[in-house]
């Protein structure tokens, strides 16, 4: 971890990421800035490429409300090496999923700069709206005060990742109780960006570890609750039918993960169109069947597709109409199937995905069985 | 009865060009090289079975798993009726014939008479349903000898479990002729005459005599107790008892009275290493054998379980083995014992048996087991015939010795490469397929039309089906579909029932539910070449097999009509691909010059191909200098010369390979010498002989030089040089330190030649000065086969052995100036110190550096350098990459002899590869969905056979057709079926499932 920090003159620290932004902008040390801004439109933020210094106005990264996991937009403009130096203000699930993203041949993200940030987490949509009409500063109050922070989804309250540890600079929140924000550079590309900035040089806050560290202890108990009662949700077999008994199939979990990456969904090909021959031979099998069809199916094929790269960002469940608990599903399987082959998901991307790497010697199984 | 018998004798009289005799795994292997270059071959065996040994094991070392059928050509694999070698071989070449023996062979290679001696079965396949009246109803029991005499069998009965179509064959000197087989059998199949036919073979081309070894009986050498103690047992008895088609079906219990098994011990060496029974042989294979037995039953008999092997020396002298011995000694906790056992005596009054020895420490240990296994080797004669000498006989193994698959099949290809080259020096042709036809495309395209054929053969079922329920739900499925029944669609009458049926009507789908006699390969052959269907478009459905499952008695219509269902679902999903033809470029590369290069580059000029030979150095031979066997020498040298004249070959010196494209069949390679000038050279297959060299861990014992402490190469070196010290003398003391640096990490592999050449030098020495002291520090002497007999010479005069284990090796003190090694004699318990005059450190090989070859031709390595094989057993000098092979030390470290053999073993694979003028690929391969693929590259990434690659700038991934073996791994990984493998479409597979459902 970084023992300094850049700091800006601004007192705001919205304005200070502004500021940072901007100036790297107009010194030309990137061609764009990759980061969620509010629309003229909405109040929710939502993920912008901006290009012009002065359109930082409505840029707001740490607002605590994120509607889609950025990593698929940020993808779309990181597809192939375009000469372009694009700087990406991520939260940590982001990124990790982004580099999944990369793994997957899906971008490139060897010209870009990562901005990451110490999570403080995300609140759901209509939450985030509510909070936001008596709270008109929440981006900054939500950091100070205790009390809006436990409007965070389920799960960011148990997420244990809350850190950017790949990203050239974190955006350090945990001093904003004082009103300090800070720029932690964490790769020599994230030093070299800073220093050409003149900005103040200090040593980070003397309560940023500690801040993590309780930060982490409250989180990972929470996580331990959430996936005992997550397993419930899967075994028996009875159980799993029940959690997804009201799935509409309008396949938005599909659409709000950021690592499920195929152009079109094997569940939207002719292999599942089925005709209606097949529908009345089913019932007439059974005497009757639930409509839409299919639907544990396509669970039980996302889980064995995306389980090894589940990020754990919680967006499925966030958008899933029928309040289907997706996420705590998806991340009860996929820290199962993690830990069998030793695989997380956006630590390295030069690290290969299990179903590449995996060879049958591969001695980490052999003990799984054993247990 | 309006048909002939059709007898065993009948069916040989097609033409034969060559007669394998032996059908265990080396016959096999021959037999399938020349079926694949269109040779018509008769296989046959004394043996009422194939397979041989191996019938009777179900795992194999290093990887525990079968794996057989990966000796099976990968070309044209969907033409084959199974893919499983255990249920039989059934390559349209090959014709096989059990219970039969060749007794005369005359005449001159090219044009033999082959006479021989064939025992009916009694049952006649052709007719035969598989149904197993026949052995329900016979009343003769004996001892069933394929499950180690532990359970009975009848004398009708099967040879082997497994077997498809499972004929019953008849024991002749059981059957007692009762006639009750007869009576009961539903098809007429069987004939109660045993009596030996003759039959001679004319204008066959060569005999290949594959006899293999026969095991050991132990029983022989009372000390153990075989046959009177019933729970001491040999490895392959022991094997049985792991089996799930064994005589527990699995369960680990023992003979005698049936209580679980937890606690073995093996015993090594039985009936080997012994001068005392005339036995100065070891057999090679046993060890690893044990290793293995012991690795599988230690994990079936779970955690409370113990396996202990007592040995004298744990011979792992394969690539791979060392670290798999390593592997159950640490981390399976398998017990290794160095002990030559005594005997073993019953435990009190109980079954258990006692072994009582002296450990390490000089204490006497009683330990009480189970079960001891015998870890019995090949016998000490050989199997002799007296045609073996015959001109046109072509032997396998001139010497007696039992090796393992991987020398077996190396083997077996060397002496293919060698019968044809006869074949080729002569002019002979392989008897053309007259029907080479393929299925006629206008009506494969038509919309699928059904017949489906519904066999009456109801009276061998013991379930009964209702037909006429049947054959609504299939009239339900679709109006237009036709319904045939038939009696007995295995009779010849059924058949043509069956083809009229067919050529009559407009179906171009058909589905066969009867047993599985009905439909053998010769009929599918005709499905294609008379019918017009291809293979694919025809399904049987082996009612029989599926009954079986009921409880007798029960109704079986519905689960038939489901099957029935979901077969003709999936048939109607399959389509039909021409498959592609490609000529060939007949020429090889071979990379290296050492005496593998060499040889492969000779051989294959020889069969006419024009061999490109390119070496890195300025000089071909490798090191030829070190080579210790004056004949293999001489053969070298030979070699030598003939290469340089031999206009057929090209020698590149100086010269390396860069660049390589294209397919097998057809590859374009670029060379670079070393002056920086490129050529591009076309060629058809490749032979990676890139060799190895010793390398000198003597640092890892010596931390300074001295004159005196030199390699066991530079030893052999001075022995041959008349006015060395060594050879002047006089020598006092000469010791020797085997394994330096070798068989434990970094380099933990056997060199194989060390402890063979540490011995001659030893020997030697004591021929010159009979008084010099030698002693050899080792840890095990790996004289594996016949070099055993060096092991024991060199104890008869006299030189002394001392055993060390890793964890304390010998030390050497130079503090004094003289050469001092210090160890432990663990025989005398207690420290020894000899002052050396010469000390020799035995140091490995290791394969010379090839990861520039590796990039340009993207093969695998081991962790030690060594070029990985596409299988260590089944296809030792294949690589993954179809078209190249690999053979010498740079796969494995091996004797010289072994080499050359391994260099005739990859030019036969090139042979089967190039000798056709084109090749037809298997029509069964992948294509992406262009329009819903992410090309994330991860087909590309799990193609075991570079079949894809991604077009950058369009972004597009394709699939090089010839490549693409259709091995289905990357429609398994894509997650949205923008990736499909030919007619596995999921379409098919899922509307299966929807019918089963």
């Given amino acids: 971890m970084s023992t300094y920090m850049y700091k800006t003159k601004d007192q705001n620290p919205i304005d200070a990421v502004k500021t940072v932004l901007s100036a790297m902008l107009a010194k030309s040390q990137v061609d764009a800035v990759f980061v969620a801004a509010r629309t003229p439109y909405a109040k929710l933020p939502m993920p912008a490429l901006i290009t012009s210094a002065d359109k930082m106005d409505d840029v707001d990264p740490l607002a605590p409300a994120a509607p889609l996991n950025a990593a698929r937009q940020a993808s779309s403009i990181l597809k192939y090496e375009t000469g372009k130096k694009i700087a990406l203000v991520l939260r940590p699930c982001e990124e990790r999923a982004l580099i999944e993203l990369v793994k997957l041949n899906q971008c490139d993200i060897g010209n870009a700069v990562i901005i990451g940030m110490t999570c403080m987490g995300r609140m759901e949509n209509g939450t985030y709206l509510k909070c936001l009409d008596d709270h008109e500063d929440l981006s900054i109050s939500f950091y100070v005060k205790p009390d809006l922070q436990a409007h965070i989804t389920t799960t960011c309250k148990s997420c244990d990742k809350f850190l950017s540890p790949n990203a050239d600079i974190t955006i350090d929140v945990t001093g904003m109780k004082d009103g300090i924000i800070g720029f932690l550079p964490q790769s020599e590309k994230g030093e070299t960006l800073l220093s050409g900035l003149y900005l103040a040089r200090e040593k980070t806050s003397t309560y940023r570890e500690k801040t993590i560290e309780d930060m982490l202890k409250t989180r990972q108990k929470e996580k331990e609750q959430v996936m005992k009662a997550a397993k419930a949700l899967l075994n028996p077999l009875e159980n799993f039918q029940k959690t997804v008994a009201t799935c509409l199939n309008c396949y938005n979990c599909r659409t709000a993960c950021p690592v499920c990456y195929c152009k079109e969904c094997v569940f939207l090909t002719d292999i599942f169109a089925h005709k209606p021959e097949v529908l009345f031979q089913r019932a007439k099998k059974k005497g009757a069947i639930k409509l839409p069809q299919d639907t544990s199916m396509f669970h039980l094929t996302r889980l064995s597709h995306m389980a090894h790269a589940c990020v754990g960002c919680g967006h499925c469940s966030s958008v899933c109409p029928s309040g289907i608990p997706v996420a705590d599903m998806f991340r009860a399987v996929a820290e199962e199937v993690q830990r069998l082959y030793q695989y997380e998901p956006g630590k390295d991307m030069h690290e290969r995905p299990p179903y590449i790497a995996y060879r049958e010697k591969n001695t980490f199984i052999e003990q799984g069985e054993d247990r | ?997």
């Fill in chain 2, 1 to 997: 009865m309006t048909e002939e018998m059709t007898s065993k004798a009948d069916r040989i009289s097609t033409p034969v060009n060559i007669v394998v005799a032996g059908a265990g795994i080396t016959g096999i292997r021959t037999a399938i090289d020349f079926a694949a270059s269109g040779y018509k071959v008769l296989l046959v065996d004394k043996a009422m079975h194939g397979g041989g040994i191996l019938t009777r094991l179900d795992h194999q070392f290093p990887n525990d798993h079968c794996g057989m059928c990966r000796m099976l050509p990968m070309i044209d694999r969907g033409t084959d009726k199974e893919t499983c070698l255990r249920r039989g071989l059934f390559h349209e070449n090959i014709l096989t014939c059990y219970s039969t023996e060749v007794v005369a062979v005359d005449g001159k290679a090219g044009d033999l008479a082959v006479n021989l001696s064939v025992v009916p079965t009694g049952v006649d396949k052709t007719r035969c349903s598989g149904c197993g009246e026949c052995e329900r109803v016979c009343p003769v029991m004996v001892p069933d000898h394929f499950n180690g005499d532990w359970v009975n069998r009848k004398a009708i009965f099967l040879p082997t479990p497994h077997l498809s179509p499972d004929s019953r064959v008849i024991d002749w000197q059981a059957c007692t002729s009762c006639g009750a087989c007869v009576e009961v059998c539903p098809t007429h199949a069987i004939t109660l005459n045993g009596e030996r036919e003759q039959v001679e073979l004319k204008g066959v081309y060569a005999v290949v005599l594959a006899r293999g070894v026969n095991l050991y009986d132990p029983a022989l050498t009372d000390v153990y107790g075989y046959g009177v103690l019933p729970n001491v047992v040999t490895a392959t008895d022991f094997e049985r008892i792991m089996s799930s088609s064994g005589p527990y079906q699995g369960e680990m219990m023992r003979p005698s009275d049936g209580k679980p098994i937890k606690k073995i011990a093996w015993i090594q060496c039985v009936g080997s290493r012994n001068v005392m029974i005339g036995a100065d042989f070891c057999s090679s294979v046993c060890c690893m054998f044990a290793v293995k037995e012991a690795i599988l039953a230690k994990q079936k008999m779970g955690k409370e379980s113990d396996a202990v092997i007592f040995y004298m020396d744990m011979r792992t002298f394969g690539r791979d083995f060392q670290r798999y011995k390593d592997e159950a000694e640490n981390v399976k906790g398998i017990r290794f014992v160095r002990m030559r056992v005594h005997s073993i005596q019953l435990h009190e009054n109980t079954d258990d048996l006692l072994i009582s020895y002296v450990n390490k420490d000089g204490e006497q240990v009683d330990e009480i087991f189970d079960l001891v296994v015998l870890s019995t080797g090949r016998k000490k004669d050989f199997l002799t015939c007296d045609w073996a000498e015959a001109d046109g006989v072509f032997q396998v193994d001139r010497l007696p010795g039992f090796k393992d698959i991987a020398d077996s099949v190396v083997g077996a290809s060397a002496i293919s490469e060698q019968v044809l080259r006869m074949i080729h020096q002569q002019n002979l042709k392989p008897d053309k397929n007259e029907s080479d036809h393929s299925p006629d495309i206008s009506f494969v395209e038509r919309r699928p039309s059904y017949i489906t054929v519904l066999c009456d053969c109801n009276t061998s079922l013991s379930n009964p089906i209702d037909f006429q329920k049947l054959e609504n739900t299939i009239h339900a499925l679709s109006s237009g579909h036709q319904i045939l029944r038939v009696e007995q669609a295995c009779s010849k009458e059924g058949w043509q029932t069956i083809r009229k049926a067919i050529m009559d009507g407009q179906a171009n789908r058909c589905l066969i539910m009867a047993c599985d006699a009905a439909v053998d390969f010769s009929r599918k052959r005709e499905f294609t070449n008379e019918l017009g269907f291809p293979v694919s478009f025809v399904d049987l459905l082996d009612v029989v097999s599926l009954v079986r499952r009921f409880q007798e008695g029960e109704d079986a219509t519905d689960t038939v009509s489901k099957e029935v269902f979901m077969r003709l679902n999936r048939l109607g999903t399959r389509s039909y691909a021409s498959p592609l033809k490609q000529a060939q470029v007949k020429t090889v590369l071979v990379i290296g010059g050492g005496p593998a290069g060499l040889q492969a580059a000779s051989v294959l000029a020889a069969h006419g191909f024009t061999v490109k030979l390119v070496e890195k150095t300025d000089r071909l031979g490798g090191k030829l200098a070190q080579i210790e066997e004056s004949d293999l020498k001489q053969h070298v040298e030979k070699m030598l010369a003939g290469v340089n004249k031999n206009p057929q070959i090209d020698v590149y010196l100086e010269t390396e390979v860069i660049q390589t494209s294209g397919r097998p069949g057809v590859c374009m390679t670029k060379l670079k010498h070393a002056s920086g000038e490129t050529r591009i050279i076309h060629h058809g297959a490749t032979i990676l002989a890139t060799g190895g060299k010793e390398v000198d861990t003597s640092a890892s014992v010596v931390s300074e030089s001295h004159e005196r402490i030199i390699t066991g190469f530079d030893m052999d070196a001075m022995l041959k040089a008349n006015d060395s010290d060594l050879v002047k003398g006089p020598v006092s003391t000469v010791v020797m330190i085997q394994c330096v640096g070798s068989r434990q990490e970094p380099n933990n592999y056997c060199s194989r030649i060390c402890c063979l050449k540490s011995l001659k030098n030893a020997i030697r020495i004591k021929d010159l000065h009979p008084e010099t002291d030698i002693y050899i520090f080792y840890r095990d002497i790996m004289t594996y086969g016949n070099s055993e007999i060096l092991y024991t010479e060199a104890r008869k005069k006299g030189v002394l052995f001392i055993p060390f284990d890793t964890d304390n090796p010998p030390r050497i003190n130079m503090a004094s100036g003289a050469i001092i090694i210090e160890g432990d004699d663990p025989f005398l318990g207690e420290p020894v110190q000899i002052k050396a005059d010469w000390l020799a450190l035995a140091t490995g090989v290791m394969p010379n550096d090839v990861s520039d070859l590796k990039q340009v031709f993207s093969f695998e390595t081991t962790q030690d350098g060594f070029i990985q094989e596409a299988d260590s057993k089944w296809r030792p000098v294949d690589t993954e990459r179809v078209g190249v092979f690999v053979c010498g030390l740079a796969r494995t470290p091996a004797r010289l002899d072994e080499v050359l053999l391994e260099a005739n073993a990859a030019a036969q694979r090139v042979l089967t590869l190039l000798e056709k003028d084109h090749t037809s690929y298997s029509p069964v391969t992948a294509r992406v969905r262009n329009a819903i693929c992410s090309v994330c590259g991860i087909c590309i990434e799990v193609c075991p056979y570079q079949a894809r690659y991604m077009d950058e700038d369009r972004r597009v991934v394709h699939v090089d057709n010839l490549a693409c073996q259709g091995c289905g791994t990357c429609a398994a990984e894509c997650p949205n079926n923008a990736t499909v493998l030919g007619e596995y479409e999921d379409h098919g597979v899922m509307s299966m499932i929807e019918s089963s459902l």
